[in-house]
């Protein structure tokens, strides 16, 4: 069955340093997520893509935050200037477009972001 | 979107069936029920949905009441791999409509 892959793992960064998340979503899903789940609490939504395009954000997708699609198969998510409170574990998620295929979105395994 | 409300915790024996309630009192006409679930802070996992009629899948059973203010997510044969949290979600389908994860229920299924 097809997947999600995201890179790194795990990821260790100095408050201050900014991080880059990647991950490859599902070749033929338009639709690009990230959530992210700090340790204990619940799945976070951040952000959906598409069509190069931000299409929603929530309130913890501010200045700091950036996604990127560079190349026809990375989605990418930028933290500029990391914070303590940013360690969480991230997830990437590809759907098909809404309304025009499978409606349910699949997850990547996470990428453990640790700022010290 | 809807609120939906889960018990925290349940058990079942391996083997036996596992069914887990929903509470959605709120939802509207044109929302669906999904559900998903999450073993050990992996990538949360889609497992079915549906609208108002039950659905059935490889995985599991969907029963949606008539009323479709509460749902049941039944697992016909748990196996301690299917361990995990189930989260109960109410999204509009086709639209870019984010999901929003509540606490959901940590089933544990005992050998």
């Known amino acids: 069955e097809p997947e999600v892959t995201q890179t790194p793992s795990h990821q260790v960064t100095q408050m201050g340093q900014e991080v880059i998340l990647r991950c490859v979503p599902i070749?033929?899903?338009?639709?690009f997520y990230w959530y992210r789940q700090i340790l204990g609490q619940k799945v976070e939504f951040l952000v959906s893509f598409y069509n190069n395009e931000i299409s929603e954000k929530s309130e913890i997708f501010d200045d700091q935050f950036s996604v990127e699609r560079p190349d026809g198969s990375n989605f990418t998510l930028k933290i500029r200037s990391t914070k303590l409170e940013d360690s969480a574990m991230y997830f990437c998620a590809s759907s098909e477009v809404p309304g025009q295929g499978r409606p349910e979105a699949f997850f990547g395994q996470g990428t453990r972001l640790t700022v010290v | 979107d809807a609120k939906t409300t889960q018990p925290p915790s349940m058990d079942c024996a391996e083997g036996r069936a596992a069914n887990l309630p929903c509470n959605h009192s709120t939802i509207s006409g044109n929302e669906y029920v999904y559900w998903y679930r999450q073993i050990h802070s992996q990538g949360p996992q889609y497992i079915i949905h549906g609208l108002k009629n039950n659905e059935t899948n490889e995985m599991a059973s969907l029963i949606i009441t008539e009323d479709r203010k509460s749902s049941t997510l039944i697992l016909p044969h748990a196996t301690l791999r299917d361990t995990a949290v189930y989260y109960c979600?109410?999204?509009?389908?086709?639209?870019?409509?984010?999901?929003?994860f509540g606490s959901g229920t940590q089933l544990t299924v005992l050998p």
């Open positions: 979600i109410v999204s509009l389908s086709g639209s870019a409509r984010q999901l929003t």
């Open positions: 070749s033929n899903h338009l639709y």
